[in-house]
C-alpha cells in the first residue's frame, strides 16, 4: 500500500480492512502520490480487478511498477476509495 494522504491512520484502517476481508497486506508506505488506484502487476490483473469489481472502483484500476497489487491512496481524492474499504468486507469466494 502506498499512503500519499500523509495520514498514517486512515492508510492503517485501509489496511486493516484488507486484512479483515481475509487479504495479506505486505507494507504500508508513506510517499507521493496525487491520484488514488489499485495499481497491479500484469500477472496480477485478474486479482487487482476482483478487488476493484468488489470495491465499486474498477474506474481506479491502472498498471503498476510493483510486483503485487497495490492500493494507493492520494492526496488529492482519496475519500471515496477510502469509503469504500470501510464497507468491504471480503472477496466472494
Known amino acids: 500500500m ?9 492508510a492503517e484502517e485501509v489496511a486493516q480492512a484488507l486484512r479483515d476481508g481475509g487479504l495479506t497486506v ?6 507521493e502520490a496525487a491520484v488514488s488506484g489499485i495499481e497491479f502487476a500484469e500477472a496480477d490483473r485478474a ?12 474506474d ?16 488529492d481524492d482519496s475519500a471515496a476509495l477510502v469509503e469504500a474499504f ?3 468486507t471480503g472477496l466472494p469466494c
Do not use: K, S, W, Y
Request: aromatic share 2%; no cysteine; proline share 2%.
Open 60 to 75: 481506479r484500476l491502472r498498471a503498476g511498477a510493483g510486483e503485487h497489487v497495490t492500493v494507493v491512496l492520494g492526496a
Open 47 to 58: 486479482r487487482a480487478e476482483r478487488l476493484a469489481a468488489v470495491l465499486g472502483e474498477a
Open 2 to 10: 502506498l499512503d500519499g494522504t500523509g495520514d498514517p491512520v486512515l
Open 86 to 88: 470501510r464497507a468491504f
Open 26 to 31: 505486505g507494507t504500508v508506505t508513506a510517499g
